[in-house]
């Protein structure tokens, strides 16, 4: 068996290439040669290690010096001559009509979808290097590839052609916009989906949530879309991202419709956490009712609904403060709601997502990137942790936000 290798394998992952049984084409040379001379200091090292490797194995190196100028196998019509992986597919078809056993080196995992729908088999060398859960794949592709993936995941999909976690999202992007270098806010996705254990599920854009003091959300993009989805259908929603994303918007705009259709109860917790820099540890200053108004949720009712209709959800205890400290000996059968859980334990966390019932939901927002807490970092970080647990379990859903929907005010205060 003969393996053709992609750019990126031997760019990422050169210590996992098995250079003896590996055919690399001059369309993938001439890609290194380029990103040599890239502007980018990382990307021009590894494309320099890779070709220092390449030189030093030639002699258990197969190169394949057709070019693919013109398509044999592959539709012209359907199928982009000048795009890069579509020339490694055609390889692979001529090494195949050849008579060869081949397949296929590569960690794009748009490119071994396809590479294995033409029945060749595919060694992804990034397969057992462990990543954090990030509850959304994101894949990126051509026109054709999205014309593609659109018609193979079309209802009903019972294959996991993605290999996804129930309850993980597959976004694809298009293709021009994972290269950009700030894709937060400039990712353009062509569609969504989630796997639920039996098929894919497509994502709506028409989603809304809506009560009668509050208006009307629909999803901005499809990041938002998934969180709306996740939020709708888990007990666990897990909303993380950089300020102004919209996670405590949508949280709060689910929580108001909850409440006047179903008269769900909400439970506000609270940590009293200094952010950084801050000179002050404590309580905020204020009874309960005073405390919610200074919260992020209180902050979002008062602009939303008004200060009087927000008091009274409070005075009628459809919102309650729960300070974590209190928790203990406690059980919620409604909505719990924290917001910067970036600043919680484990044990934090885990003495909350004991208190749930059966009917219960808990929803966790938070910025990875603004631990304001030591104790609250790495091994110990509460969302993290839960990540690993509930992956895959049914019952959890994790959206990382991103595009600032804010103002161009608060997106400009990122580069400060």
């Given at each position: 068996?003969?393996?053709v290798?992609?750019?990126?394998?031997?760019?990422?992952?050169?210590?996992?290439?098995?250079?003896?049984?590996?055919?690399?084409?001059?369309?993938?040379?001439?890609?290194?040669?380029?990103?040599?001379?890239?502007?980018?200091?990382?990307?021009?090292?590894?494309?320099?290690?890779?070709?220092?490797?390449i030189?030093?194995?030639?002699?258990?190196?197969?190169?394949?010096?057709?070019?693919?100028?013109?398509?044999?196998?592959?539709?012209?019509?359907e199928?982009?001559?000048?795009?890069?992986?579509?020339?490694?597919?055609?390889?692979?078809?001529?090494?195949?009509?050849?008579?060869?056993?081949?397949?296929?080196?590569?960690?794009?995992?748009?490119?071994?979808?396809?590479?294995?729908?033409?029945?060749?088999?595919?060694?992804?060398?990034?397969?057992?290097?462990?990543?954090?859960?990030?509850?959304?794949?994101?894949?990126?592709?051509?026109?054709?590839?999205i014309?593609?993936?659109?018609?193979?995941?079309?209802?009903?999909?019972?294959?996991?052609?993605?290999?996804?976690?129930?309850?993980?999202?597959?976004?694809?992007?298009?293709?021009?916009?994972?290269?950009?270098?700030?894709?937060?806010?400039?990712?353009?996705?062509?569609?969504?989906?989630?796997?639920?254990?039996?098929?894919?599920?497509?994502?709506?854009?028409?989603?809304?949530?809506?009560?009668?003091?509050?208006?009307e959300?629909?999803?901005?993009?499809?990041?938002?879309?998934?969180?709306?989805?996740?939020?709708?259908?888990?007990?666990?929603t897990?909303?993380?991202?950089?300020?102004?994303?919209g996670?405590?918007?949508?949280?709060?705009?689910?929580?108001?419709?909850?409440?006047?259709?179903?008269?769900r109860?909400?439970y506000?917790?609270?940590?009293?956490?200094?952010?950084r820099?801050?000179?002050?540890?404590?309580?905020?200053k204020g009874?309960?009712?005073?405390?919610?108004?200074?919260?992020?949720?209180?902050?979002?009712?008062?602009?939303?609904?008004?200060?009087?209709?927000?008091?009274?959800?409070?005075?009628?205890?459809?919102?309650?403060?729960?300070?974590?400290?209190?928790?203990?000996?406690?059980?919620?059968?409604?909505?719990?709601?924290?917001?910067?859980?970036?600043?919680?334990?484990?044990?934090?966390?885990?003495?909350?997502?004991?208190?749930?019932?059966?009917?219960?939901?808990?929803?966790?927002?938070?910025?990875?990137?603004?631990?304001?807490?030591?104790?609250?970092?790495?091994?110990?970080?509460?969302?993290?942790?839960?990540?690993?647990?509930?992956?895959?379990?049914?019952y959890?859903?994790?959206?990382?936000?991103?595009?600032?929907q804010r103002?161009?005010?608060?997106?400009?205060?990122?580069?400060?």
């Amino acid at each position: 068996m003969k393996y053709v290798v992609d750019t990126s394998s031997l760019m990422h992952h050169l210590s996992k290439i098995p250079f003896a049984e590996s055919i690399v084409p001059t369309l993938v040379l001439r890609e290194l040669d380029k990103h040599k001379n890239s502007s980018d200091p990382e990307r021009a090292f590894l494309a320099q290690v890779a070709i220092k490797a390449i030189r030093e194995h030639h002699k258990e190196i197969e190169f394949d010096f057709n070019q693919y100028p013109r398509f044999v196998y592959l539709s012209e019509k359907e199928y982009d001559i000048d795009y890069h992986d579509n020339r490694l597919l055609e390889s692979l078809f001529h090494h195949r009509k050849a008579g060869r056993n081949v397949g296929l080196i590569t960690s794009d995992f748009g490119l071994e979808v396809q590479a294995r729908a033409f029945g060749f088999p595919v060694l992804n060398p990034s397969e057992n290097e462990k990543e954090p859960y990030q509850g959304t794949i994101t894949i990126p592709a051509d026109d054709h590839r999205i014309s593609y993936f659109f018609k193979m995941l079309s209802n009903p999909v019972h294959e996991n052609v993605f290999d996804c976690l129930v309850g993980e999202y597959i976004l694809i992007m298009k293709e021009p916009d994972i290269r950009r270098t700030n894709s937060d806010d400039e990712e353009e996705v062509a569609g969504a989906w989630k796997w639920t254990g039996t098929h894919y599920k497509r994502i709506s854009m028409n989603q809304v949530f809506s009560s009668s003091n509050f208006p009307e959300v629909k999803p901005k993009n499809f990041r938002q879309a998934a969180a709306m989805d996740s939020l709708k259908s888990n007990p666990l929603t897990i909303l993380t991202g950089k300020a102004g994303t919209g996670k405590t918007y949508l949280a709060t705009a689910y929580i108001l419709q909850q409440i006047e259709h179903f008269d769900r109860p909400v439970y506000l917790i609270t940590n009293n956490v200094p952010m950084r820099g801050s000179r002050t540890f404590g309580l905020k200053k204020g009874k309960i009712l005073e405390k919610i108004l200074q919260s992020n949720l209180g902050n979002i009712l008062k602009s939303k609904i008004g200060l009087k209709h927000t008091e009274s959800l409070i005075t009628n205890q459809k919102i309650q403060l729960v300070p974590l400290e209190d928790i203990r000996g406690t059980s919620f059968n409604g909505i719990v709601y924290i917001t910067e859980a970036q600043n919680y334990t484990i044990d934090m966390v885990k003495v909350l997502l004991e208190r749930m019932e059966e009917e219960g939901q808990i929803i966790f927002d938070g910025d990875q990137r603004q631990i304001d807490l030591s104790y609250a970092q790495g091994s110990n970080n509460g969302i993290q942790r839960m990540l690993d647990i509930y992956k895959g379990s049914g019952y959890m859903g994790h959206v990382e936000l991103r595009g600032n929907q804010r103002s161009v005010l608060s997106k400009l205060a990122e580069k400060m």
